[in-house]
């Protein structure tokens, strides 16, 4: 995921792990994925298509 959004967008990520399977992706403070409520992993891009969208 984050060599994809490096190469995507060409930006720099920052885990913070956690705990329960939780895997939110948040840009500037907003969330724009959740695993929790989608109830999946994203699928390849779906991520970098939900940021550029914005």
């Known amino acids: 995921m984050a060599?994809?959004?490096?190469g995507s967008l060409?930006?720099?990520?920052?885990?913070?792990?956690?705990?329960?399977?939780?895997?939110d992706?948040?840009?500037?403070?907003k969330l724009v994925y959740s695993k929790d409520e989608t109830h999946?992993?994203?699928d390849?891009?779906?991520v970098?298509?939900?940021i550029q969208g914005r």
């Not at 992706?25 to 403070?29: L, P």
């Open 40 to 42: 999946k992993f994203p």
């Open 25 to 29: 992706v948040k840009v500037d403070g």
């Open 10 to 23: 060409g930006v720099e990520t920052k885990l913070i792990e956690g705990s329960r399977g939780i895997f």
């Open 3 to 6: 060599s994809e959004l490096k």
């Open 44 to 46: 390849r891009g779906e």
């Open 48 to 50: 970098s298509g939900l």
